[in-house]
């Protein structure tokens, strides 16, 4: 396998911006244009543009298109409307988690998986290989598809300049065919930010038309090109999971506190489902540790890793820790033992270096937006 990072169809446009691009899951993506809290704020006030081709595309069609989902992964995808999207997990046989994904149904018999960038390859490999028995096709689409998204109270404004696609009527989570400045798009009400925006499939061709044409209609109202570096710290703020932090192979969807999205009423068999109904059972007699919020009282920013302590005893971990530009200080997110877990739970504090430093417990999300 090649180590050079793979490039999206708008590479050469992030670089012309200055963009500080780094490796991430095999891709040479833009982290930063500027200041990365600036960024964070335009989304949180006004709007921001974000590339994410980096996400992996996987289309699964025939006759039995529903039941092989039903069967591969932990969701009911046989209930998902037309133009609907679903979120939901695939795991493995033990019951812990692959990745998190999105489920679009684009068609009758046909739906969009969209998977991680890391582990975009995993869930290709395993939706192939669970395709077994199934009248049902599973095709790699991640070279079909740049994948563009504007974020934030302002989006809804700048999109409506560029299409006459009914945008009032899109619900969250929901996508429609339709045509933005020209281009043919799945626009989609998705998102990663806690804000209103929508998601843009479009043929990599058109990826820089369309980044012009949303830059130019956006920039009266103040929307920025941003980079990975915020949407962390915008998806943080949000309790969002991210793969490989709050959310691994050596956890359940239970375990993550995510065990709503495991339904067991679904018809057939699916993969995992006698050891995610044991870790249900589980959970209900022994709860597992609760993924909550902490907001510190210094200045010190925790990171992944980093133990959680309470009265000289380890009683949890860090999984995602930054600066929070809309807080003005630092937060995480952290799996901790159930008694610790209430929201102002004191003498709770983080092994930063040695020093225990003072955290306060809270309840996830730390910001919602105004709806």
């Known amino acids: 396998m090649s180590n050079v990072p793979r490039l999206t169809a708008l590479d050469a446009l992030h670089r012309s911006l200055g963009a500080t691009m780094t490796d991430f899951a095999g891709w040479d993506m833009p982290l930063r244009y500027g200041s990365e809290r600036d960024e964070h704020l335009a989304v949180r006030t006004y709007a921001g543009l974000f590339d994410l081709s980096h996400m992996g595309e996987i289309t699964v069609t025939g006759p039995q298109a529903a039941a092989l989902l039903n069967h591969a992964l932990v969701g009911n995808i046989g209930t998902v409307g037309l133009g609907r999207a679903r979120y939901t997990m695939i795991c493995q046989e033990d019951g812990g988690i692959l990745d998190d994904l999105i489920v679009y149904r684009l068609a009758d018999t046909e739906y969009m998986v969209v998977a991680n960038a890391g582990n975009a390859q995993v869930v290709l490999d395993a939706l192939t290989a669970r395709a077994a028995g199934f009248e049902a096709d599973v095709r790699d689409d991640r070279d079909a598809y740049a994948l ?85 710290t915008l998806r943080l703020e949000a309790g969002m999971p991210l793969y490989g932090h709050e959310l691994t192979t050596a956890l359940t969807p239970f375990d993550a506190g995510l065990g709503r999205v495991v339904k067991f ?29 902490l907001i510190a009282e210094g200045r010190r920013v925790p990171r992944a890793g980093y133990q959680v302590v309470a009265d000289g005893k380890v009683i949890g971990e860090v999984t995602s820790g930054a600066p929070s530009p809309t807080l003005g200080r630092p937060i995480a997110i952290a799996y901790v033992d159930p008694a610790h877990a209430a929201p102002g739970t004191p003498g709770v504090g983080v092994d930063i270096r040695g020093a225990h430093e003072p955290y306060e417990v809270v309840a996830l999300p730390f910001y919602k937006r105004q709806k």
Do not use: M, N
Not at 152 to 178: M, N, R
Not at 275 to 293: D, F, N, Y
């Open 148 to 232: 563009i998204a504007v974020q934030g109270p302002e989006s809804p404004g700048v999109l409506k300049s560029l299409t006459d696609a009914d945008l009032d009527g899109l619900k969250y989570y929901a996508g429609l065919p339709g045509t933005v400045a020209g281009v043919p798009a799945l626009i989609a009400r998705t998102g990663y930010t806690g804000e209103d925006g929508f998601e843009l499939f479009v043929d990599p061709r058109h990826a820089e038309e369309l980044w012009l044409a949303l830059t130019e209609a956006g920039a009266p109202v103040g929307l920025v090109p941003c980079g990975l570096s915020c949407r962390d």
């Open 265 to 293: 009423e679904k018809e057939g068999d699916f993969v995992g489902r006698a050891a995610l109904e044991a870790a249900a059972e589980r959970a209900e007699t022994a709860p597992p540790r609760k993924l909550v919020g």
